[in-house]
């Protein structure tokens, strides 16, 4: 296959994004609101007219219910006058309001129009020469659940502000009287009328609102993509709206849903892993409640560690990561837990083809606080003792996770959070051999508000993941134990200087123990007993960034972090030299300094609004890495190898320069974006051929270094709201190396390597009782490295290899369906049956292609595809009290 080259790449990309600017530039020069019309209008409904005037104009208008209902009366007579002017004399008087949208025109509610005293300060800010800050939370008025991204916006203005990821927020607004309109998804709007002569704190709790994705008008303010604001990249997962995606064996998974987003791949068939832009699975920092989670799967990487009843919200950045985040080079996935119910007691939970679940929440003090409880186990064991194989009925195969939180509400300044994860995975054959890996991790979190304008959010952390490996025989015994472990403290600031700039800063500090290996041997199982020496680690950063609004259409966010590592004693550090062999050694004593790497990571997004509705942003990311997984399989495996960064494996860099197209069509109904990336990798590792990573030699001797290149654009287009809902994804990229020492030094493929990646969701809303949906994914196979010949060596066949993943694995694609029955729907208890079919139509997709010699005749080699998952039906039931 014909390899891109980057150049001519790049040049394809800024000719597509000036060809689609130009196509921008020339829709706004063609409003519709230039249109001109004759048209008499007596006394009639404002529907009625606002149909009238889209004939005449042959114009789309889009508007809700609340204009649609309106009792208004209207009358308008004119000749060959433009639709602006038409549209203008139709509303005036009356509370309403209109603008473009592409080439729609949008009618809504314009309660400024209601009190002109009250509309006057706020329609015209720049009038009013005092300002006051306003500032507080935004949360569920059901449960008492803080919102993330929640809009605050300044009626009859483009001031507005969203709220933090703790549900804080603030504002500077002119003084007087004033409206504000607060909006989240799947919640109901809310206008609050507030009088400002200083300073104030308001808590602001909304409603449910179970019919807003329905409507056939624009949702939210905070449903769209929040266009004005710089960052770019970002994903946000809302577990309401996807719940209902079919995935395998019927469990819900945030990971497989961030899969279907452009420039997210699966690392395999039904895996837990994902490759964010070019990247490796260990580039992606995972973290929950700011714990850092390394190995984010269950059952070999088929279910994510993420109990989707325990989780809040899902935040993923593919490029322009805020400073605060640092320590992985392709993407940060941002996974907060729910609170627990601050009002009353709740129960919850499911039962699947392999897994219950069960999750309790509720008060402590009402509304002062509350704690969560969720559990799941899997009962495959179960099955195995149904069997009359000794061997199996005695087998272990099962995951579970605990995730519990306290939250305390300790006044109007201070909030407390304690929350914990622990889950574990167990494999054994018959009591004998088996392998058992998990998470557990803790934060200790402390909100403060020092002001209206000064947020503080303080954190101590613990993360801990291992692994053991055990054999046990009648004669012999073995066991491998590995281990990482962080001592974190994190404190970051928000500081709202003023209604144009956001400063953000503060520091982190983690203490890294690694156990890269405990061998413990008896009898004759060949092996001795050994501890392969600890690697102690500190990671220290300092970070600031500013989020600075330059002018009605132009906003800019720039900050740098200083990232410090310094490697610690005790221990031996090896010199290696360029064949892979121990050189020199030095030991170290307990906390001495053996190196310590010092890196600038800058960062600079901006955004450019075209229109209401449109914008163009760009950004630039450099980010540091220490902490490397070191695996030579294509998806990863919990006893992969992990190690911090030596006196020769340097950190991982990472420059990523970003562009993308924004645009909200047809009354914000739909979105579309395009982003195109490039990212220069540097002091990238792979291992040299016939390594052994679990060798007791220093790992050092096993690995070789290079550099990098990961370029693509991706296209999302995405209905929201309606009966129909769903969306289109496709990305078009390339991901390659450049080591020395690996395919005669020239670039390859890095095995995340896909040209194309294609996702459909769709979702359906059939009645208030059902609802179906169905995803359709594509993906070109992995990049793999095949034998190319084969030799006899004292009686013995061995397979040659030459070029690094130089081959390819099949195209992969596969249909899934599923259907969501609510059995009942009531104000204390609900429940419902979801069904679904995965791999609907049988496609036998490869899982891995093995090669062997031909039984029959010795000189014939055939490959042998292995296929995990054809025709998996399954059926769940979920209860809420």
Same mark, same amino acid.
């Given at each position: 296959?014909?390899?891109?080259?980057?150049?001519?790449?790049?040049?394809l990309?800024?000719?597509?994004?000036?060809?689609?600017?130009?196509?921008q530039?020339?829709?706004?020069a063609?409003?519709?609101l230039d249109?001109?019309?004759?048209?008499?209008?007596?006394?009639?409904?404002?529907?009625?007219?606002l149909?009238?005037?889209?004939?005449?104009?042959?114009v789309?208008?889009?508007?809700n219910?609340q204009?649609?209902?309106?009792?208004?009366?209207?009358s308008?007579?004119?000749?060959?006058?433009?639709?602006?002017?038409?549209?203008?004399?139709?509303?005036?008087?009356?509370?309403?309001?209109f603008?473009?949208?592409?080439?729609?025109?949008?009618?809504?509610?314009?309660?400024a129009k209601?009190?002109?005293?009250m509309a006057?300060?706020?329609?015209?800010?720049a009038?009013?020469?005092?300002?006051?800050?306003?500032?507080?939370?935004i949360?569920?008025?059901?449960t008492?659940e803080?919102l993330?991204?929640a809009?605050l916006?300044?009626?009859?203005?483009?001031?507005?502000?969203?709220?933090?990821?703790?549900g @804080?927020y603030?504002?500077s607004?002119?003084?007087?009287?004033?409206?504000?309109?607060i909006?989240?998804?799947?919640?109901?709007s809310?206008?609050?009328?507030i009088?400002?002569?200083a300073?104030?704190?308001?808590?602001?709790?909304l409603?449910?609102d179970?019919n807003?994705?329905?409507?056939?008008?624009?949702?939210?303010?905070?449903a769209?993509?929040?266009?004005?604001n710089?960052?770019?990249?970002?994903?946000?997962i809302?577990l309401t709206e996807?719940?209902?995606?079919?995935?395998?064996?019927g469990e819900?998974?945030?990971?497989k849903?961030?899969?279907?987003?452009p420039?997210?791949?699966s690392?395999?068939?039904?895996s837990?892993g994902?490759?964010?832009?070019?990247?490796?699975?260990?580039?992606?920092?995972?973290?929950?409640?700011?714990a850092?989670v390394?190995?984010a799967?269950?059952l070999?990487?088929?279910f994510?560690?993420?109990?989707?009843d325990?989780?809040?919200?899902?935040?993923l950045?593919k490029?322009?990561?805020p400073a605060?985040?640092?320590?992985?080079?392709?993407s940060?996935m941002?996974?907060?837990?729910?609170d627990?119910?601050?009002q009353? @007691?709740g129960l919850?939970?499911?039962?699947g083809?392999?897994?219950?679940?069960?999750?309790?929440?509720?008060?402590?003090q009402k509304?002062?606080?509350?704690?969560?409880?969720?559990?799941?186990?899997?009962?495959?064991?179960?099955?195995?003792k149904?069997?009359e194989?000794s061997?199996?009925n005695?087998?272990?195969?099962?995951?579970?996770?605990?995730?519990?939180k306290?939250?305390?509400?300790?006044?109007?300044?201070?909030?407390?959070?304690i929350?914990?994860?622990?889950?574990?995975d167990?494999?054994?054959?018959d009591?004998?051999?088996?392998?058992?890996?998990?998470?557990a991790?803790a934060?200790?979190r402390?909100?403060?508000?020092?002001?209206?304008?000064?947020?503080?959010?303080?954190?101590?952390?613990?993360?801990?993941?291992?692994?053991k490996?055990?054999?046990?025989?009648?004669?012999?015994?073995?066991s491998l134990?590995?281990?990482?472990?962080d001592?974190?403290?994190k404190?970051?600031?928000q500081?709202?200087?003023n209604d144009k700039n956001?400063?953000?800063?503060?520091?982190?500090?983690?203490?890294?123990?690694?156990?890269?290996?405990?061998?413990?041997?008896?009898?004759n199982?060949?092996?001795?007993s050994?501890?392969?020496?600890?690697?102690?680690?500190?990671d220290n950063?300092?970070?600031?960034?500013?989020?600075w609004?330059?002018?009605?259409?132009?906003?800019?966010?720039?900050?740098?972090?200083?990232?410090t590592?310094?490697?610690?004693?005790?221990?031996?550090?090896?010199?290696?030299?360029?064949?892979?062999?121990?050189?020199g050694?030095?030991?170290?004593?307990?906390?001495?300094?053996v190196?310590?790497?010092?890196?600038?990571?800058?960062?600079?997004?901006?955004?450019?609004?075209?229109?209401?509705?449109a914008a163009i942003?760009?950004s630039y990311?450099?980010?540091?890495?220490?902490?490397h997984?070191?695996?030579?399989?294509?998806?990863?495996?919990?006893v992969?190898?992990?190690t911090a960064?030596?006196?020769?494996?340097?950190?991982?860099?990472?420059?990523?320069?970003?562009?993308g197209?924004?645009?909200?069509?047809?009354?914000?109904?739909?979105? @579309?974006?395009?982003?195109?990336?490039?990212?220069?990798?540097?002091?990238?590792?792979d291992y040299?051929n016939?390594?052994?990573?679990?060798?007791?030699?220093?790992?050092?001797?096993?690995?070789l270094y290079?550099?990098?290149?990961?370029?693509g654009?991706e296209?999302?287009?995405?209905?929201?709201?309606?009966?129909?809902?769903?969306?289109?994804?496709?990305?078009?990229s390339k991901?390659?190396?450049?080591?020395?020492?690996?395919?005669?030094?020239?670039?390859?493929?890095?095995?995340?390597?896909?040209?194309?990646?294609?996702?459909?969701?769709?979702?359906y809303e059939?009645?208030?009782?059902w609802?179906?949906?169905?995803?359709?994914?594509f993906?070109t196979?992995?990049?793999?490295?095949?034998?190319?010949g084969?030799?006899?060596?004292?009686?013995?066949s061995?397979?040659?290899?030459?070029?690094r993943n130089?081959?390819?694995?099949?195209?992969?694609?596969?249909?899934?369906?599923?259907?969501?029955?609510?059995?009942?729907?009531?104000?204390?208890f609900?429940?419902?049956?979801?069904f679904?079919?995965?791999?609907?139509?049988?496609?036998?997709?490869?899982?891995?292609?093995?090669?062997?010699?031909n039984?029959?005749?010795?000189?014939?080699?055939?490959?042998?595809?292995t296929t995990l998952?054809?025709?998996?039906?399954?059926?769940?039931y979920?209860?809420?009290f």
């Open positions: 296959m014909k390899k891109y080259e980057p150049v001519r790449f790049l040049a990309i800024a000719f597509m994004l000036l060809f689609i600017l130009l196509m530039l020339k829709a706004h063609q409003s519709p249109k001109h019309l004759s048209i008499n209008i007596k006394e009639e409904p404002l529907k009625t007219a149909d009238k005037i889209s004939k005449s104009a042959q789309k208008f889009t508007y219910e204009v649609a209902n309106s009792t208004a009366k209207v308008v007579e004119v000749k060959n006058k433009s639709l602006n002017e038409v549209l203008t004399i139709v509303l005036s008087g009356h509370p309403f309001k603008k473009t949208l592409g080439q729609e025109i949008l009618v809504q509610y314009d309660p209601v009190k002109k005293p006057e300060p706020a329609a015209n800010p009038k009013s020469a005092d300002k006051y800050n306003l500032s507080g939370t949360s569920s008025s059901k008492g803080t993330i991204a809009t916006r300044l009626v009859g203005t483009k001031v507005a502000t969203l709220s933090n990821e703790y @804080f603030t504002i607004l002119p003084s007087g009287p004033q409206q504000i309109e909006s989240a998804i799947g919640f109901r809310l206008t609050r009328s009088d400002l002569h300073a104030q704190r308001l808590n602001i709790a409603d449910e179970a807003e994705l329905e409507t056939v008008t624009i949702t939210s303010s905070s769209k993509r929040n266009i004005d710089p960052q770019m990249g970002m994903e946000r809302n996807t719940k209902n995606i079919p995935m395998v064996l819900r998974d945030v990971i849903t961030l899969q279907l987003l420039g997210v791949k690392s395999g068939e039904g837990g994902f490759f964010v832009r070019g990247g490796s699975a260990d580039q992606n920092m995972i973290l929950l409640d700011e850092p390394y190995s799967s269950h070999l990487g088929f994510s560690t993420f109990n989707s325990a989780i809040k919200n899902v935040t950045y490029s322009g990561m605060q985040y640092g320590g992985g080079l392709s940060v941002d996974v907060k837990m729910n627990g119910n601050l009353k @007691f919850s939970g499911g039962v083809m392999i897994a219950a679940r069960l999750n309790l929440e509720g008060p402590i509304e002062k606080s509350s704690f969560l409880i969720s559990a799941r186990r899997t009962y495959l064991d179960a099955f195995l149904l069997s194989d061997t199996i005695s087998s272990s195969l099962y995951f579970y996770d605990v995730n519990a306290a939250n305390y509400i300790l006044g109007d300044k201070d909030r407390l959070f929350s914990g994860y622990f889950g574990r167990v494999l054994a054959a009591q004998v051999a088996g392998i058992n890996w998990g998470n991790t934060t200790l402390w909100n403060h508000l020092f002001s209206g304008k000064l947020f503080s959010n303080t954190s101590l952390i613990f993360s801990n993941y291992n692994y490996i055990s054999s046990e025989e009648e004669e012999s015994s073995l134990f590995s281990q990482i472990r001592w974190n403290f404190e970051d600031l500081w709202y200087i956001t400063l953000s800063f503060g520091l982190n500090s983690i203490f890294h123990t690694i156990k890269p290996g405990e061998v413990r041997a008896a009898g199982s060949g092996m001795v050994q501890d392969l020496e600890n690697r102690f680690s500190l950063a300092i970070y600031a960034s500013n989020t609004k330059v002018s009605e259409g132009l906003s800019l966010t720039y900050g740098l972090r200083l990232s590592f310094s490697i610690l004693g005790k221990g031996t550090y090896y010199q290696i030299n360029d064949a892979g062999q121990v050189t050694e030095r030991t170290y004593k307990s906390g001495e300094i190196k310590t790497y010092l890196n600038l990571e800058p960062r600079i997004a901006a955004s450019l609004q075209l229109s209401e509705s942003k760009a990311v450099r980010n540091a890495q220490n902490l997984l070191i695996s030579n399989s294509n998806s990863a495996s919990p992969d190898r992990w960064s030596t006196n020769i494996i340097k950190p991982e860099l990472s420059d990523q320069v970003s562009v197209y924004y645009k909200n069509l047809a009354g914000d109904r739909y979105e @579309f974006t395009v982003e195109t990336y490039y990212k220069d990798l540097k002091n990238q590792i040299r016939g390594a052994d990573i679990y060798t007791n030699k220093p790992i050092e001797t096993q690995l290079g550099k990098g290149r990961a370029y654009i296209w999302l287009l995405k209905k929201k709201t309606g009966k129909l809902s769903g969306w289109l994804a496709y990305t078009l991901s390659e190396r450049q080591v020395d020492g690996i395919n005669n030094n020239q670039w390859y493929n890095t095995r995340q390597d896909r040209t194309h990646d294609i996702s459909i969701v769709a979702l059939l009645s208030k009782k609802s179906l949906s169905a995803n359709w994914v993906a196979g992995n990049a793999v490295t095949y034998p190319n084969k030799y006899t060596l004292l009686g013995e061995y397979f040659y290899y030459s070029q130089a081959d390819r694995m099949p195209a992969y694609h596969r249909l899934d369906l599923g259907a969501t029955h609510i059995l009942k729907k009531r104000k204390n609900s429940s419902e049956l979801s679904s079919l995965y791999n609907a139509y049988g496609r036998a997709n490869a899982y891995r292609i093995s090669f062997r010699e039984e029959n005749d010795p000189n014939v080699t055939e490959a042998v595809k998952f054809r025709f998996v039906p399954s059926i769940s979920d209860f809420k």
